[in-house]
DNA sequence: AAAAATGTTCACAGAATGTTTACATTTTCA
DNA sequence: TGAAAATGTAAACATTCTGTGAACATTTTT
């Protein structure tokens, strides 16, 4: 697998233990927290790929969270919860949230379910992970590029940034959804960062830096990665 | 745009029914299969944008529709059934389906789910959207816009010009109106700005822009967007 | 036909925004 | 543990955008 990023948030220690333990086990990697706040903390400082919400917390509940997650990150959310009751899983669904679960489950569920939204979200056959535009290649699945067959070295948020842009191929980008998606739903960098970024990539890509021809500046704006082919 | 449509494959008839009801009062499209073979042959023809698969048909599983559709397709694909034992469940995943709803569900849950899936699959309200007039073509997600094919470069003011004049296309908007609406309701900016900014569409979109076919003046009023086709 | 009213064009300066560079700090890895 | 790589930041610099009024043109009114 991508080796995707995913956050357990629940306050049952033992079953978090379990489940992380079961998900690692499959290829993702993970982290948790326990409570409310230790999840915003958490998720100030990293991008995870999917949250796993339990709705009961001590200091908040899961739909919270997911309200304010949905203000700035379109990050996959499933909620899990011993409240079985279908109004508390329409509020799930409403909150933003992409599946629910009712607990008890099986881990062999979970990963189902795990598996089938990674799946919408991440793309489907892309076991080969292929990606690109104009005489660059991308490979999600070793994080390797290529610029005309030659490898391309970038680092972890250059590939990132590039990886994202490259998924919203031909669509113009705002600076602050960037930022959030690449950097984590409530990172607080400075825009001068991203343009930084920017630059790295455009220095390891573009034949000519200072006019790029397909990571362009859209102004006032954001950035758009144009691919006419 | 937001005219999706949705397959429903199910053999309770009435029940079909009133979920396709219930989906068009909520703005999507239905069709109806009550076998796998009619379900194939409706596929056949024609393109859905979401799959909500009752597992027991009377010549197959839904199961195995959805095996089928996943050699070509990623159309998302809601399970739904009386099935209710987690072996059921996981195969549904397994298969590629993307969510699993167990019978009986009120029309409510289904419908949060309909929307969660839809809003996973096909994008966060991006109003997204293709417009244009004559030979000029304007996308709203890239935020670009080309005439005759070639790109134009417009700046940010330019852009929000032109998209409210297109969205009102053939309308003639008063001055104080398209100011209020593109620079903002209190703004304070001279009437002469406007016809600048107009004048610099012109000059980017009419082959004269001195006796403009589409950008035309109304005079003692406003502009008008004008597009015969 | 002349005057009045309204719209167009143009060049420019300041505002807003993006880029580059150098540097301090953190992380990674030999 | 120490060197190299990666990362985030701020400040100087460069570019692009924007609004404006004055001169000019066109339409309407008298």
């Known amino acids: ?18 489940i992380s333990e079961m998900l ?3 290829g993702y ?19 995870f790929d999917l949250i796993l919400l339990d709705i009961n917390l001590p200091d908040s509940t899961g ?6 997650l949905r203000e700035t990150s379109s ?19 409403d909150t933003g949230g992409d ?4 607990k008890p489950y099986s881990m062999k569920e979970l990963l189902s379910r795990v598996n089938a939204l990674m799946r919408r979200t991440y793309g489907f056959g892309n076991e080969s992970g292929e990606m690109g535009f104009g005489n660059v290649k991308i490979n999600t699945a070793s994080r390797t590029v290529a610029k005309d067959g030659v490898a391309v070295n970038l680092t972890q948020r250059e590939f990132d940034l590039l990886e994202y842009l490259c998924r919203n191929k031909n669509t113009a980008i705002p600076k602050d959804k960037l930022i959030s998606e690449v950097w984590g739903a409530f ?17 390891k890509l573009e034949d000519d830096p200072a006019s790029p021809v397909y990571i362009k500046t859209v102004w ?10």
């Open 75 to 93: 990050v996959p959310v499933i909620f899990a919860s011993a409240r079985t009751s279908e109004d508390d899983r329409i509020t799930g669904f």
């Open 63 to 68: 739909f919270e969270i997911c309200r304010q």
């Open 220 to 229: 006032k704006l954001g950035y758009i990665l144009e691919d006419k082919a």
């Open 187 to 203: 990172s607080e960098v400075e825009p001068s960062t991203l343009t930084v970024h920017i630059r790295w990539l455009r220095e």
């Open 1 to 18: 697998m991508n080796n995707k990023k995913i956050l357990i948030v629940d306050d049952d220690e033992d079953l978090s233990f379990i």
């Open 29 to 47: 990697s993970t982290a948790h927290a326990s409570t409310a706040e230790e999840a915003f903390t958490i998720l100030t400082d990293s991008k």
């Open 99 to 102: 599946d629910y679960i009712p």
């Open 24 to 26: 690692e086990g499959c």
